[in-house]
């Protein structure tokens, strides 16, 4: 039996949402730049770095890992 891929899946859009912010604004916020924003924003990376991850934590005032990203099965 074929094991499942599993996927890391950046809850980005719906916490922006919410907010009610575009992308340039959460870059111009955070200091990240608009690249990283928008690959997240996709789902277009495979590596996640940890400052970049505690910078929109931050921002979002997330408690835990979990309400940025989740595992997808």
């Known amino acids: 039996m074929p094991k499942k891929e599993l996927s890391l899946i950046c809850?980005?859009?719906e916490l922006m949402q919410e907010k009610g912010i575009s992308q340039k604004r959460l870059?111009?916020?955070t200091g990240l730049s608009p690249t990283t924003i928008s690959k997240l924003y996709r789902n277009h990376t495979d590596r996640f770095d940890q400052r970049t991850?505690?910078?929109l934590c931050e921002y979002f005032g997330c408690k835990s890992?979990?309400?940025l990203m989740e595992?997808?099965?």
């Open 27 to 29: 870059a111009k916020e």
């Open 65 to 67: 890992l979990s309400e």
């Open 53 to 55: 991850l505690l910078v």
């Open 71 to 73: 595992i997808e099965f």
């Open 11 to 13: 809850k980005l859009p």
